[in-house]
């Protein structure tokens, strides 16, 4: 069986795990991790029982070949499988899904486990539309190309009625924000959630024109950015 185990989206979010990811790792037998280092720290954080080192570790990368069939092999060996995203949930916005995919090729079994999940948080707190959404991943590094970008995101919401939703990395996320109150019509709506899940959580959804009117630092910040035109 291949488990999707969900992680922190905070070091101090560990009430955020539900009990039963708990049970799923002792009953695996080989992780799959984004990063080891930071999923050995959040298998000490969850539990101080778990044996890291009884785990066969293999580092997701991105998904070479030898590591497909490094996983291929683990399936046939019958052994237990967990994904661990370095954030959030295997498979969303997370190189694991390659895993996934050939998981589902081997008909393999696979459990996804309920944890948090950014877009989907964002999303339920931003008051915008959770009918009809889109997310669209990281937007291009060009500044011509991420202007361009925003502005059809803005269109097809505008005629859609859609959710417009992606993320930036943290230390561009001024840059980012700089860059949609210039680009967007003052009337389009944005909603901003940073820090998810930590003490420092806050959301917030306003019009263009009234974001313009408020300083905000989102430098080095996990953040969710969503668009409504």
Same mark, same amino acid.
């Given at each position: 069986m291949v488990f999707l185990i969900p992680s922190f989206l905070a070091d101090d979010a560990v009430e955020t795990i539900p009990p039963y990811v708990l049970a799923a790792l002792k009953s695996s037998q080989v992780i799959f991790a984004e990063n080891e280092r930071t999923a050995r720290r959040y298998l000490k954080?969850?539990?101080k029982d778990i044996v890291i080192d009884n785990f066969e570790w293999y580092t997701i990368h991105n998904i070479e070949k030898d590591q497909i069939n490094t996983f291929r092999q683990?399936? !046939?060996?019958?052994?237990?499988?967990? &994904?661990?995203s370095e954030a959030g949930c295997p498979g969303i916005a997370d190189p694991g899904q390659m895993l996934v995919a050939e998981a589902q090729k081997m008909q393999v079994e696979i459990k996804p486990?309920?944890?948090?999940?950014?877009?989907?948080?964002?999303?339920?707190?931003?008051?915008?539309n959770?009918?009809?959404?889109?997310?669209?991943?990281y937007l291009p590094i060009d500044n011509v190309?991420?202007?361009?970008?925003?502005?059809?995101?803005?269109?097809?919401s505008e005629k859609t009625k859609c959710t417009q939703i992606f993320i930036?990395?943290?230390?561009r996320n001024n840059k980012m924000l700089e860059t949609l109150l210039h680009?967007? !019509?003052?009337?389009?709506?944005?909603? &901003?959630a940073a820090e998810l899940t930590s003490q420092n959580e806050w959301i917030k959804t306003k019009t263009i024109s009234e974001w313009k009117k408020e300083k905000t630092d989102l430098h080095k910040k996990p953040v969710i950015f969503l668009?409504?035109?």
């Amino acid at each position: 069986m291949v488990f999707l185990i969900p992680s922190f989206l905070a070091d101090d979010a560990v009430e955020t795990i539900p009990p039963y990811v708990l049970a799923a790792l002792k009953s695996s037998q080989v992780i799959f991790a984004e990063n080891e280092r930071t999923a050995r720290r959040y298998l000490k954080s969850i539990s101080k029982d778990i044996v890291i080192d009884n785990f066969e570790w293999y580092t997701i990368h991105n998904i070479e070949k030898d590591q497909i069939n490094t996983f291929r092999q683990k399936v !046939k060996e019958g052994k237990n499988i967990a &994904i661990i995203s370095e954030a959030g949930c295997p498979g969303i916005a997370d190189p694991g899904q390659m895993l996934v995919a050939e998981a589902q090729k081997m008909q393999v079994e696979i459990k996804p486990l309920v944890g948090p999940n950014s877009i989907l948080l964002a999303l339920m707190a931003s008051g915008l539309n959770g009918q009809h959404f889109t997310f669209n991943g990281y937007l291009p590094i060009d500044n011509v190309e991420k202007r361009d970008k925003i502005k059809l995101l803005e269109q097809e919401s505008e005629k859609t009625k859609c959710t417009q939703i992606f993320i930036e990395t943290p230390y561009r996320n001024n840059k980012m924000l700089e860059t949609l109150l210039h680009v967007c !019509k003052t009337s389009t709506m944005l909603c &901003i959630a940073a820090e998810l899940t930590s003490q420092n959580e806050w959301i917030k959804t306003k019009t263009i024109s009234e974001w313009k009117k408020e300083k905000t630092d989102l430098h080095k910040k996990p953040v969710i950015f969503l668009l409504r035109g």
